[in-house]
């Protein structure tokens, strides 16, 4: 069976609708973004809709101490730009649900999330260089501890 371009475009195209893909594309950038902030980042399921909403589910960040820096059981968004080469990432409209952070202060001017912070304002090879804008926040369900 020959494919042609079209034929592979389609079923390309029809693998990235399906839940199952969106998911695992997902896990593997949260495994990429845990190597380069050097901490646990995990996601349980990841949909994307026709209408640019995505929905993330479960979206799971620990600290330099393996514990719970923040927990989102549930991210709902539309993606109003997403660019691999300039690497940027706009999400509007953003509604997290049942979100349960501790944040601690661990001296006079260093948090349980600096080095998270640190990692995206460093300079040095291999570090976070994406451009991230999010718009128009709605948390609900929420229990933060600081």
Known sequence: MILTIAGLIIILWAGLRTPAIQTFLGQKIASKLSETFNTEISIDRVSYGFKRNIIIRG???ADQKHDTL?????IEGNLSKLNFN???????????K?????ILQISDSTYNYSFLTDEMKSDKDGTFEWEIKLAYL????NNFTF
């Not at 300039?86 to 997290?96: A, G, M, P, T, V």
């Not at 049942?98 to 501790?102: A, G």
């Not at 709605?138 to 369900?141: D, E, G, L, P, V």
């Open 70 to 74: 923040i927990y989102i059981g549930n």
């Open 86 to 96: 300039k690497r940027k990432f706009y999400l509007d409209n953003i509604e997290l």
């Open 98 to 102: 049942e979100v349960t952070s501790h």
């Open 138 to 141: 709605n948390i609900s369900k």
């Open 59 to 61: 979206l799971f960040i």
